[in-house]
């Protein structure tokens, strides 16, 4: 496995001969894809007023999300490409651990959560797009593997899988809840004032 991240790391990044344009297109999206995002959330808001709520809560989740990315980034403390000499570090990134990438977590998290919401899909379209365009960027400029990428992603998914199964079964409990409340008033007996 790490062969294959390593080729691929080879494959997709500038390595120590970067096409000029490309790592400059790359340094700016690695940088300001979160930023794009963010923009995309708050007029998802503005656009979608019945959304915002929702919006407020996958805006708590990315927050958690983050945490947890670099809660197990620090465990695992693995090494970035450039601290281990595959590339420069072209971005002028600390060399703390790099797995999971964190603005993968939060940026897919965020994305996956709009695209299951059929008045966000288009949102969620354009956020998945830049989650990774924004990742291929930090690639591309030696900050993270492919496989930092991908447990990005995965971790993303994980949150919101938990989310939503937390979620559903709290809907059912109230629903639950009120039609046997809404059956224990139907059954009781009329009390008649004289």
Known sequence: MRYVNFGLFEWMAAGFHPTPWL????????????????????YSGF????????????????????????????????????????SPNYLEHGGRGAMPS????????IALGCLVRPALRAAGAVLLAL?????WGRVYAGAHFPADIGAGL?????????????SGGLRWWLAHRRNVTAAGVADAPAVHRV
């Open 23 to 42: 790592l400059v297109l790359a340094c700016w999206i690695g940088v300001y894809g979160a930023w794009a995002a963010g923009l995309t959330v708050i």
């Open 47 to 86: 656009r979608q007023p019945s959304q915002r709520l929702y919006l407020i809560v996958l805006l708590l989740l990315a927050c958690l999300t983050s945490v947890l990315a670099q809660t197990i980034s620090e465990a695992l403390n693995l090494p970035r490409p450039f601290a281990i000499g595959m």
């Open 102 to 109: 964190t603005h993968m977590s939060v940026m897919s998290l």
């Open 131 to 135: 989650a990774f365009a924004t990742a």
């Open 154 to 166: 995965l971790l993303a998914a994980g949150v919101l899988a938990i989310y939503s199964g937390v």
